[in-house]
């Protein structure tokens, strides 16, 4: 039985830790929480309906306002806020004809200034109560509504005054949002009171049961930079100071509530900003705390970093298993060391009583001094007669900070067969003996195996595909395939994949183009001296005694892929035509160009092109390779510099131009000059 569920590596985590209590008094009432890029904070206060903003760097509370508080609109009733790189948005309540209904403003972060307010959909529906507004990384705003539960999705490089869409809306009878989250994805999480809903662009719609099993009364909801979810506990009416204790924030594994102790109390609003630290308002709304994370490193008080798994339980399916034998394949470096223990019962323990288990309960398998097994693989014998259905791996990894050893795949033999068991029974009469003698055919037994599983799967060998690395160039040499070292493996099976077919198009330039394609990854241009050389109209005399005389008819390029280059003679300037095909290849007859198209190809992949190319290519003939720089590019005959050249540019208006108001169109040189209101002889005289 192989388990293969991932690396099992050393890794450092993150913890939270209770950081400051950044502000506390009596009259504040905060409802909502943001934070922008340079980690200020944002703060709606119900009591006073003001928006206030906090630097934790300095520790500075100042409400928000041209004078303190003032806006250039008059808030109703705050009721959410939110902040991107450059605009604060606002959800405020408001009463029109004798209803309310809500709308949302936008305003210029650096002026305060109103950029637009929304007080309706797309579709013309007015807005309801605006419980939470969501920024993501892109510049997109998106709203969640009260009473319908409704998510809408604002663009705002759609217009300058953008349109609220709606992207989600739940279904009659579903109950009440409490609050909206978003990550770096544009993912949207929607938090109820007993489930959380997931809405991901690439893996659809989640939903996740808060109640029963999780917390009593979800509040507050924030999604970190690396994706991990945060829920907090609502505070309850007139609950105690011991219940209020008993409250914390919950991290989000899986489907489980794993709570994090460094904070204790209720919450009303959580945020994270672009470290992973957490900002939690309690539940009263009178308190902010940060939660700072932190690196935490397995490092123990040797100075060795060092760290354990414990497996699921691996079935049998039959009471009272003899396991008999366990192969560890992956990475195990010098310097790090790799211990295994296991456990085996008939009854399944829960995970808890696994966890709790004394370490003298484990038996060891595979010791750490195991290094002399090599750097791949680990192989070891059950030496302890346990029986049981259900059996247990303790996997204790130690390394330092650079580097950890890596298993990647368990390998199970059960039940127990020992090559013992085919020896005479004189042989199994001393136990002292027997288990001595079961170890050293297990040598024989582990080499083959190896060997028994080689031929069982030869056919492996003789596809590219699965072929070992090692066995690569001897693959290749089958199909007279010469094979660098330094390819990558991926290059190397690829061609010798294609080799059947690039023999069909040896020596062209199709199968040229094809193979210098697989090597690099992007199709090279590939002209030929012959394309680009045409018969000359006229034959000179002196050559060709006759107009039809094929073999005495001369070829040079034709006018317009001329060059007109300049040659210094006698401190004067001449002008002599080269032709391009010249430039390009030089005077040879039979040759061609190789052009790349990748400017950033290192001097290795040249060597490796060209040797392809030597490889290759028809015989007597020659070549050139070039790099396509992509600064200017139009076609593939197109080379600025040599046959191209960009005039000096010229400014003009056409139509639909539009000139800025503080825009003036001047002239570098003033001398000599009249403006457009100059009156000679009245305010201008000419000397």
Known sequence: MSLESGDIRLNSDFVYKFGDVLLEAD??????????????????????????????????????????????????????????????????????????????????????????VLLKDSDGTPLNKILDIE??????????ESESGRILYIDRESSDYPAAH???????????????????????????ESKLHIHSATAGEKEIPIRPGGLLVPSGLAVNSRGEIFIGEQEADGGSDSEISQKTIHKLSGEAFIPLWSYRGA?????????????????????VVSLSRQKVNLQDKEGAFKGFYISEPIDSQTLSTRWH???????????????????????????????????????????????????KKRDALFLEDVQGRYLWFRIILSGNEARSPVVRAITLFFPRISYLDYLPAIYREDPLGRGLLERFLAIFESIFFDIDVTIKHIEHYFDSCGAPSEFLPWLGCWLALTL?????????????????????????REGMEESIELLTGKKPFIVEIFKGRK?????????????????????????????????KDNDQEAIREIPLIDILYGNERFGFCVLLQDPDVDAASLRRIRKLIDEQKPAHTCYGLKVLQPQFYLDMHTYLGVNTRLTKHEFFLELT????RDTILDDEEQAGQAGRHARIGIDSTLS
């Open 27 to 116: 009259s504040l009432n905060i409802i909502d929480i943001a934070i922008d890029e340079c980690d200020i904070l944002y703060l709606a206060d119900r009591r006073r309906n003001l928006i206030f903003t906090y630097d934790p760097h300095n520790a500075v509370l100042k409400p928000v306002g041209c004078y303190p508080g003032v806006l250039p609109l008059k808030l109703n009733t705050l009721s959410a806020i939110g902040v991107d790189r450059d605009t604060l948005y606002i959800g405020d309540l408001i009463s029109m004809n004798g209803a309310v209904s809500a709308r949302m403003i936008a305003l210029a972060k650096r002026d305060l200034q109103i950029r637009w």
């Open 135 to 144: 920024c993501d990384n892109k510049g997109n705003v998106h709203l969640l």
């Open 166 to 192: 709606s992207v989600y809306s739940p279904e009659p009878g579903s109950s009440e949002p409490k609050e909206l989250a978003v990550d770096m994805e544009s993912s949207l999480y929607v938090l109820y």
């Open 267 to 287: 919450s009303r609003r959580l945020i994270s900003d672009q470290k992973g630290n957490l900002y939690v308002v309690n539940g009263k709304g009178n308190k």
């Open 325 to 375: 034998r366990l192969l560890l394949e992956g990475e195990f470096e010098k310097g790090t060391q790799t211990e295994l223990w296991y456990y085996a019962s008939d009854k399944l323990l829960s995970d808890n009583k696994i966890r709790e288990m004394d370490p003298d309960q484990w038996y060891r398998c595979i010791a750490e001094n195991s290094s002399i097994q090599g750097d």
């Open 484 to 508: 660098d070292e330094d390819w990558p493996d991926d290059k190397k099976r690829l061609f010798i994949s294609k080799a059947i077919s690039l023999y069909k198009k040896r020596g062209t």
């Open 535 to 567: 018969p000359c109209k006229k034959v000179i005399p002196e050559i060709c005694n006759k107009e039809d005389d094929e073999e005495n008819t001369i070829f040079f390029p034709s006018e317009e892929d001329m060059v007109k280059w300049p040659v």
């Open 657 to 660: 131009s539009v000139i800025g």
